[in-house]
């Protein structure tokens, strides 16, 4: 068996396990929050004339579990509908499945954040090269400033301050929603264009709240690096500085990549603040909406998923490092 082979098996049975740890805890903490939304909602229907059998049944199809037996009778069904994709079905949304509310607000969520992650990981890091370069001069002090007053600002403030800016003092962007009702949605110029301009706040609010943490790690990065042996024997032997600028950067990159990984997998939770802010459908919003409405199945369903794509985060960047750094393979070849 190959190295990767290795290490992504012994990550699958780790993930595995963390996720059923998650589902666990999850599961019992819903069943022991103060007020029981179960029995509420079970009350609620004999109220309404259901027979006790029917909304025992009824409770059971929303919740994924016999709300009436016993913890371990409740618990074991949660983890077989769990097994088979079956989170239940949201009580806000009566007769929808957990799983394809999830899907549907995770599209809102995955493409504005990852446009926003991935544009001020590339901003950041060409910036960082030159702060680390630039870091006595008064070019490389400005960037460190600035790096260092964005990351230092709450994502929920740079949303707030977009928004009076570009919204209301300077009227040019949509200041909620995903998309303007007037469009037919569709393959169609007005539709896409709408949908462009309201996601642009967003974009630049999460590009912003990241870009300062990504250029201070590349600065700290490329400053480690100038310190290495190899760079002092290039620039002894007279190789190109534009090479050696080459060597650098490749080199201290390496680790932002992990960092990078992971930020993908938190991109399904980290929206919160933002979505709510800008009224934006996707999961954040829609984990604060299910707090808000004792839509438990939900909240637990959205939890599950955050830790899902999270595990998923770091199996990727071990392996992705491994493939990259030839230091790793060869170091765990020989041991």
Known sequence: MTLIARRLAGHLARGLVMILVVATITFFIVNNIPGDPMAARYEKLIEGGMSPEAASQAVKVLYGFQPDGSMWQQYSEFITGLVHLDLGVSVTRPGTP???????????TVLPVLAGTLLSFLVGVILGVF?????????????????????GIPQYVLAMLLVVI??????????????????????NAGYIGS???????????????????????MKSSVVTVLGDDFILAAELRGVKRSIVF????????????????????????????????????????????????????????????????????????DLFYTVIDPRVRSGEEAS
Do not use: C
């Open 98 to 108: 957990v799983l394809d509310v999830l899907t549907e607000a995770a599209k809102w």
């Open 131 to 151: 702060a680390a370069i630039k870091r006595s001069g008064k070019l490389g002090d400005a960037l460190a400033i600035s790096g260092s007053l964005l990351h």
């Open 166 to 187: 570009f919204a209301t003092l300077i009227p040019l962007l949509p200041a909620d929603g995903s998309v303007d009702i007037l469009y037919e949605p569709g393959f």
């Open 195 to 217: 949908l462009v301009e309201h996601a642009i706040l967003p974009v630049v609010t999460y590009a912003l709240s990241a870009y300062g943490g990504w250029i201070l790690a």
């Open 246 to 317: 080459r060597y650098i950067a490749r080199n201290a990159i390496l680790p932002l990549f992990t960092l990078l990984a992971l930020s993908l997998g938190l991109l399904l939770g980290g929206a919160v603040f933002i979505e709510k802010i800008f009224n934006y459908p996707g999961l954040g919003w829609l984990l604060i909406g299910s707090v808000q409405d004792r839509d438990y199945a939900l909240m637990s369903g959205a939890f599950l998923l955050i830790t899902v794509a999270t595990i998923i985060a770091n199996i990727v960047a």
